[in-house]
């Protein structure tokens, strides 16, 4: 008798199922059909009142799609949890990651078509297109720029090298803060540039302009070349280095990126309140970055990037939204309300300050670099050994060392 009433309620059970259950469609994608897709964005720095109105216009076109914006503050811990995540198969469905990070994030992210880049800086399809597919756009884009005093240099800087190394050894100060390692916080980054613009690759054997790069570089900081103009010295008795220089007036210019800016109005203030001599806010100037060849100018760049998970159940829609974040209206939204300067490529206004005028002009044609850590070191030596006898360099500089064997 229990046996048939056990057959009786399998039976009403089966029967419940076909009468409640969509005859075309399986019963676990009826219940996927009624979840409302969401996605989880991750980024760093944003307040998430800059993304509201963009996903709020995104959602009443997409009415059953819900977007949530999670912002980390700190960077060690967004790259600590964001990692530890994406190798759980777990995470947001669209993350942000730096030029920096590149490598360590291109597994996780899931591909797009190309044509998606058309619009963008040319970092676009240089960096994150692999087999005609997209795996990521640069989302905004900074460049190195020239800060210079306007007092020294009243018609603006030159656009070539050699013409700005000339016109800045005739000043009655420092002229160009370069040279150096060791009191440069973009020293670095100035070779990096250097090294684009002469179209070095340290991969196989550099070409003669590896040297006669550095050789350039380390003029500025040779006491007794022409170029002299920028030594330890300079700077010792200065906390911020090249930096405090500048504002003091002891150089007459500086490399830097526009976050820069900030710091230099900051260290006025700090100077004019204790009564110290200091360049006037007015008298900064801002240039594109010098060039070998200004027919064919090299920017180098860094970026925040965005793409979308591997992780990601909603990959299309993902992808749609970026889209979305990225369109010409949202990328000037974006630019206005943060400062910084879009990925993609958008018309000069008149009305746009100078710092904007340069970042979009030099975004047609920025570039980044990435050098081996081994590289690096050898090359640091190099300058360091080369600033104090420029006769030095082509004896170190061993092209072997600069691709050590496995």
């Not at 944003?46 to 216009?57: G, K, S």
């Amino acid at each position: 008798m229990l046996k048939k009433l056990f057959i009786f309620a399998l039976f009403l059970t089966a029967l419940w199922y076909v009468v409640s259950s969509n005859p075309n469609q399986p019963f676990q994608a009826s219940v996927l059909q009624n979840k409302a897709p969401e996605i989880h964005f991750w980024g760093i720095y944003d307040l998430p009142d800059i993304y509201n109105p963009i996903i709020d216009a995104f959602q009443k076109q997409h009415p059953r799609v819900k977007i949530f914006y999670k912002q980390f503050p700190n960077t060690e811990e967004y790259h600590q949890v964001l990692l530890a995540q994406l190798e759980k198969g777990r995470g947001p469905d669209i993350f942000l990651f730096s030029d920096q990070n590149k490598d360590q994030y291109w597994p996780y992210l899931t591909p797009t078509t190309a044509e998606l880049s058309e619009g963008f800086t040319p970092i676009a399809k240089r960096d994150f297109i692999s087999n005609r597919l997209l795996y990521a756009l640069p989302y905004w884009v900074d460049s190195l720029m020239l800060y210079y005093n306007k007092r020294y240099y009243p018609e603006g800087v030159p656009t070539q090298w050699y013409d700005l190394a000339e016109l800045s050894r005739t000043l009655s100060t420092g002229g160009i803060a370069m040279g150096r390692f060791d009191n440069l916080k973009s020293g670095w980054d100035i070779l990096k540039t250097l090294f684009l613009q002469k179209d070095i690759k340290l991969e196989g054997k550099p070409e003669n302009s590896l040297y006669d790069t550095l050789e350039f570089f380390t003029r500025f900081a040779y006491p007794i070349d022409r170029y002299f103009n920028w030594n330890e010295k300079l700077s010792k008795d200065y906390p911020d280095l090249e930096i405090d220089s500048f504002v003091r007036k002891k150089v007459a210019a500086i490399a830097g990126y526009p976050s820069l800016y900030y710091h230099l109005l900051l260290k006025i203030d700090q100077l004019e309140a204790q009564g110290m001599t200091r360049i006037k806010k007015e008298d900064i100037g801002v240039s594109t970055f010098p060039q070998f060849d200004p027919e064919n100018p090299d920017y180098l760049a860094k970026y925040m990037a965005i793409g979308v998970s591997m992780a990601s159940e909603n990959t299309t829609l993902s992808w749609e939204f970026i889209r979305a974040l990225t369109s010409e209206n949202n990328s000037a939204y974006y630019q206005q309300v943060t400062g910084r300067t879009p990925g993609r490529i958008l018309p000069v206004h008149d009305e746009e300050s100078e710092m904007t005028r340069v970042q979009k002009e030099q975004l047609i044609n920025s570039s980044t670099l990435q050098i081996k850590p081994e590289a690096v070191k050898i090359i640091e030596d190099i300058v360091k050994r080369g600033v104090l006898d420029k006769r030095v360099l082509l004896e170190i500089l061993n092209v072997e060392n600069l691709n050590p064997k496995p």
